[in-house]
């Protein structure tokens, strides 16, 4: 596939795309009182953009916290504005056209239960969160530098260097976590450049 021609515009567009789907999808919810909270890549651009709005990172995709028993009314409830759910290769998203790519779904991240069947940490529940002045709701900063913690791929672990270089979590932090996951921010803390 060739590339095309560099377009600013195409760029900014991308990250609007990815910023009004979080929006509609997260006021529709809110509208249907349905708990959940943002996680990934957009809940990491909330909290950096408090310390340095100059360090975020655009992400391609949102990703919701949702509890399982609230599954089928998200799925009602984002329906109702074009949104049709999928499950891809084991995951739960909702599309928005039939031209959505799965890569900037809405991906569904499951309260309470673990991502993989290895990991020794549930994720947190949807109440772990915080209501933004846009009006959806962000997981908290220390849960959400739990899930990464736990998932440590790179993307994690790069949304976590973030956070150390911004001052926004250190060496404090150990104590908060069980030993496994203290285990990977003191590898991060002590070689802030590594790849595993």
């Known amino acids: 596939m060739s ?3 560099i377009s600013l ?5 991308a990250v609007e795309k990815v910023r009004q789907k ?27 953009s408090t310390v ?7 992400t391609k995709d949102v990703d919701i916290l949702l509890r399982r028993d609230d599954l089928q009314h998200a799925i009602a409830s984002l329906d109702k ?6 499950c891809v290769a084991g995951v739960d998203m909702f599309l928005e056209g039939e031209k959505d790519s799965p890569r900037s779904a809405i991906q569904v991240v499951f309260a309470n239960e673990k991502v ?11 109440t772990e969160s915080k209501l933004t002045p846009e009006g959806f709701y962000v997981l908290t900063l220390e849960k959400l530098v739990q899930i990464k913690l736990t998932a440590f791929r790179d993307k994690d672990r790069t949304h976590l260097r973030d956070f150390i270089d911004l001052g926004m979590i250190d060496a404090s932090w150990l104590s908060k976590y069980p030993p496994e996951l203290a285990k990977n921010l003191q590898h991060l803390l002590d070689n802030p450049q590594s790849v595993i």
Request: aromatic share 6%; no cysteine; glycine share 6%.
């Open 3 to 5: 590339a095309g021609a």
């Open 81 to 86: 504005i074009g949104f049709y759910h999928r």
């Open 9 to 13: 515009e195409r760029m900014v567009n």
């Open 116 to 126: 993989k069947a290895h990991e020794t940490v549930l994720n947190p529940d949807v």
């Open 52 to 58: 340095d709005a100059e360090a975020v990172r655009s």
């Open 22 to 48: 979080l929006l509609r999808a997260t006021s529709q919810l809110n509208a249907d009182q349905i708990p959940y909270a943002v996680v990934g890549g957009n809940a990491v651009m909330a909290w950096v």
